[in-house]
């Protein structure tokens, strides 16, 4: 089976840093992606992870350990637009990728 | 730069009659195609991928069926909907010229069936 777990929300304060935890269990594993999904619209592409490590992008990092199955993201300097669902995606083989249920993500002031 | 797009943007049909849902996709060629649903407040449920014309693979069982009658151009259909096929439906295509396979998603159909 295919499963992906995060938690359904968090809430953190502006200019603060929040880590969003993923576990996954897979038949298959070719690389991890995070996205981002502002409330009404369609997801946006964040990071990507095939390799043990972290991945630097501006204010987001993402990490992976594929032994573990677990990836988080990290959002530092928190602004109030990074209010959002998070979702973690695997891709698993084949061009075909399963998403996670998505973190919901409040920044208040 | 390539481009996705999706309509119409909102739907309201009333449950038994039939749905086509369109996806055409700009300056790429062969790309993966997928449709996916997002019920409210839920994560994406992958329903058809496509790696070419006419390969279509289905994941969930159900009501809906897919096509792919040119390279992009990618069609959802369905001959009877359902109370529980209303969702937020989008596209979304995938290729390797960017080194990974993230997939771009289009605006998406919301659709109420009623």
């Known amino acids: 089976g295919q499963n992906i777990d995060q938690p359904t929300e968090m809430t953190a304060t502006e200019g603060a840093i929040v880590q969003i935890n993923c576990t996954y269990q897979t038949s298959g594993f070719n690389g991890l992606f995070w996205y981002q999904q502002h409330a009404g619209e369609a997801p946006t592409f964040l990071s990507y992870n095939v390799l043990d490590g972290l991945e630097e992008k501006g204010r987001f990092s993402s990490f992976l350990s594929r032994s573990k199955g677990y990836s988080y993201l990290l959002l530092k300097e928190l602004q109030m637009k990074d209010s959002a669902s998070y979702l973690c995606a695997v891709e698993v083989g084949g061009f075909k990728t399963i998403f996670g249920a998505g973190t919901r993500l409040f920044v208040k002031a | 730069s390539q481009t996705i797009h999706q309509w119409p943007a909102t739907l309201v049909q009333p449950v038994g009659s039939p749905l086509s849902l369109e996806c055409t996709v700009e300056g790429t060629s062969n790309p993966n195609l997928y449709w996916y649903r997002q019920a409210a407040g839920r994560g994406l449920q992958l329903l058809f991928y496509s790696v070419g014309i006419g390969q279509i693979s289905s994941e969930v069982p159900q009501n809906l069926s897919a096509s792919r009658p040119q390279d992009r151009q990618f069609i959802l259909s369905s001959k009877k909907l359902l109370l529980s096929d209303s969702g937020f439906y989008l596209c979304?295509?995938?290729?390797?010229?960017?080194?990974?396979?993230?997939?771009?998603f289009g605006p998406g159909t919301r659709l109420t069936v009623t």
């Open positions: 979304a295509w995938s290729g390797l010229a960017y080194g990974t396979y993230e997939q771009y």
